[in-house]
């Protein structure tokens, strides 16, 4: 049971451009939400995060939108650079004594 | 350092051996969690520990896998009787408490051949 999808295995921008990456997830006790960048043959990194109790958080280039009612994030990044290029990972949790839950990830592609 | 250490960072072993894999977290972080992450797939939650207790160890594939954490510090991800597909990247994290933001480690490649 999947309870954070990424339906987009992979996505291409040009420089410059606004990338945009969705993540659903099921679970609605859900009440905290991460997105994660992950370099090959590196460990994932923190990127950003958003609390339920807000519907955007900015950080320089990097914004996270949250619809809550309709079960749905996204992260956009603006302007794409070709060092954004990477898998990006939606995870969220539940708060409490509660693991952080993974969505499959999602390859940007920057073209310079 | 001060990230999350694991070590080793390869290892290859043959089919049917047992396999020890070793997560030195961030100090004083109380959470810590096991990811693999197989050829083009995403991040597969292994287990996840709250101090030295698992509440949640639900993405173990099988009997084969155990993890146990000692001190609230260091944790080892143990398969035993290794098949081809427990070929992965083995991740580990750790975080401040449950569900923050989490730190991860480099990972280690296991090849079952």
């Known amino acids: 049971d999947q309870q954070v999808k990424q339906n987009s295995p992979s996505l291409s921008v040009q420089e410059g451009r606004i990338s945009i990456l969705n993540c659903d997830y099921t679970n609605s006790m859900f009440d905290y939400f991460l997105w994660y960048k992950k370099y090959p043959a590196e460990g994932p990194t923190f990127l950003i995060s958003i609390s339920s109790i807000k519907d955007k958080n900015e950080d320089g280039r990097f914004t996270v939108f949250l619809n809550k009612s309709a079960k749905h994030l996204s992260l956009h990044i603006v302007p794409s650079q070709p060092g954004d290029s990477a898998v990006y990972f939606c995870?969220?949790?539940?708060?409490?004594?509660?693991?952080?839950?993974f969505g499959t990830g999602t390859k940007l592609q920057v073209i310079p | 350092g001060a990230g999350v250490s694991q070590s080793p960072s390869n290892k290859v072993t043959e089919k049917g051996k047992d396999v020890e894999l070793r997560c030195d977290p961030i100090s004083g972080h109380t959470a810590l969690y096991w990811y693999r992450q197989s050829l083009g797939q995403g991040l597969e939650f292994l287990i996840y520990f709250q101090g030295n207790s698992a509440p949640d160890k639900s993405g173990l594939p099988s009997d084969r896998f155990s993890a146990e954490r000692t001190g609230g510090s260091v944790s080892t991800l143990t398969i035993q009787r290794t098949q081809q597909e427990d070929s992965a990247v083995y991740l580990c994290?750790?975080?401040?408490?449950?569900?923050?933001?989490?730190?991860f480690g480099q990972g280690t490649r296991l090849t079952v051949v």
């Open positions: 995870a969220a949790s539940s708060g409490g004594y509660q693991k952080v839950t």
């Open positions: 994290a750790s975080s401040p408490g449950p569900g923050q933001e989490a730190f």
